[in-house]
DNA sequence: TATGAATGAGTTTTCATTCAT
DNA sequence: AATGAATGAAAACTCATTCAT
């Protein structure tokens, strides 16, 4: 009734959608999210299934709701990649890629596996190809000043390159050689002289 | 005493079995497996649920033999692609895998969305993992022999761009330039001097 | 065409039969009547599906033609019992007895696990009724002529033993004691001086 | 927070439980296992089916559930008839199983009907094993008392005369003399001076 | 007579969602 | 805000029976 209770209810809140928003990654991400059900989920969030009800409309929401959340994170990590060397820049892009990959498995599992459902997901599609226009964008204008000659070709295979590891990594985990291939581009790529 | 000989039966069998994978491989491979009801394959093959049971004990079951089939299917493609010029048989190889993407869309999206889950359908990962390997051993050769000084890393970046492109083109379909990349590879890979 | 062959079709129906009622007889009997599937028989009995509707109009109705044929076996074991001395007569009966729970297990069973159903399966229970009253009054005769006082009480004793026999050596099966059990009633019962 | 105390949930928990039990046995009893569907159970008991599997992982387990749980209640009838007088105890003895057969009608033709089925339900054969020999050694012991001779074989008798009575009573309900078979064992076996 | 592919009604089971408390 | 009992629609699967050959 206080207002101090107010800002209580909404810790409370923050904090159960957090617990929510977890294990649905987590099981969203592993099984899949067709095979995860929200009685498993209230089961590993500690909580109870009428509760999710409370946060979210429905199971598809939730979906929707946690990746927003968490790509929205994942936004960020771009943010910091800026310097005034353009090779630099795409070494700090290549590194928060790769850190990317090594953080978000689970997610970069569960958004691999609903974009494989054609029709259903669109928000999921929407979001893939936005970023994948940004990126090769991106990638065109720093290989551009870092002085590749054929800048529009190499964009489009890094931009490739980098989904095809996410492919590998994903299918064969730790027997990936997620550093030694970071190494490799950066190498290949940010060491024009 | 027979009434329909042997081969008769045979013939029924085939069909039957071809159009419930075919209608598997389409629905399977655009709403994904767990999205997939039996019953909806069934309606789409023209036949009854029950009869799906006559010839696979389970919807697991189908999905394995479907898989199987399909990809043994692929592996025939590989055999052609051989030449005394190495060159000339990447350049096959390269054909041979755009070829397959193009006319394999719902079983490589079907691929990839079964290779999320993790701990199930086990197979799937066995047969990714197998492929790849080989892949890799291939290029490799193909690639020294054509004269690549970094052979081993280029072969890698070759092969983790073929999943790549699957995956983009996946993701955007049509919009995805599949020649383009194609005669971009073969520039880039074959024309060594 | 010839009379011959209609000599031939009897003698292949008749082998036919046999072999769905020695395949039904063997499922029925240690899987239960609704446990045991028309497919299941067909297998066992080295034949169609199909086959069996040409013989029999539905599974219960071979049910019930099974359960007929073999009990009458059963009748005409009772007939080679009479002896002019009641207690040897007596001894023939429960000799007859045991013999038939040692070579009809399955149908024992089978027979005991259809009278469990309430409703369904009548002429089991008319058959079940009809011969319990047959061996009491049978045994009723004998008692008295053998000169037991109270036969009326031990006959019903004795007709109740049975059916616990039957029940007992189901469930222990070899390790029930069927020799040992004969003997102590011949002993007890056929033994008055 | 909670809005029902969990003795609250515990109550429901066990009046659904009771519908779920009761209408099971009445139908399982009746129809037998096989023959009755989950959907029948829960159109009996007045819910729907799935609740029975907020309770029961499968039919099997509440059909296991079930009869331990009324086997149990069986089993504290005979903490009851324990007397200094040998002839008295085996009085009661026989007194509460009659009383069984009059009041567990439907679980004995239940647990008949599932002995009869052979590999399966061996929680069913362990226990009715169990039970018998307790019975035996019991019997034993209390005829030995009582005076008699052949006790060892007497009490194999009376054993056996129980199950056979039971079977008797399933199979001709309101027509077998439960009554009158009852005084005469008593006085057969409790009246030895 | 004999086959077995095909059906469809019925079975067990699952699960997102609702709701009284 | 939180619980978990309850629902009902839909899923996977089974099986007696039919029928063209």
């Known amino acids: 009734m206080s207002p101090r209770s107010k800002e209580q209810f909404e810790e409370i809140r923050e904090a159960s959608q957090r617990k929510i928003f977890d294990a649905s990654l987590e099981l969203f991400g592993t099984k899949g999210y067709e095979a995860t059900s929200i009685a498993l989920i209230a089961k590993k969030a500690g909580i109870s299934k009428g509760l999710i009800y409370n946060y979210f409309d429905s199971k598809e929401a939730l979906l929707q709701a ?15 990649i800026w310097s005034d060397d353009p090779a630099k820049t795409l070494e700090n892009l ?60 190499e964009a489009r295979i890094l931009g490739t390159l980098f989904d095809g590891i996410a492919l590998h990594h994903m299918l064969m985990k730790e027997d990936y050689p997620l550093d030694e291939v970071e190494r490799m581009l950066i190498k290949k790529y940010c060491m024009k002289p």
Request: glycine fraction near 10%.
């Open 66 to 80: 946690m990746v927003d959340d968490l790509v929205s994170v994942g936004d960020d990590m771009i943010e910091k």
């Open 94 to 153: 290549i590194q928060s890629i790769f850190e990317w990959f090594r953080q978000n498995e689970n997610l970069n599992r569960l958004l691999i596996g609903l974009s494989t459902q054609v029709g259903k997901f669109q928000f999921v599609h929407d979001m893939a190809k936005g970023k994948m226009d940004g990126y090769l964008i991106m990638l065109e204008g720093l290989l551009q000043e870092i002085g590749f000659e054929d800048y529009q070709t």
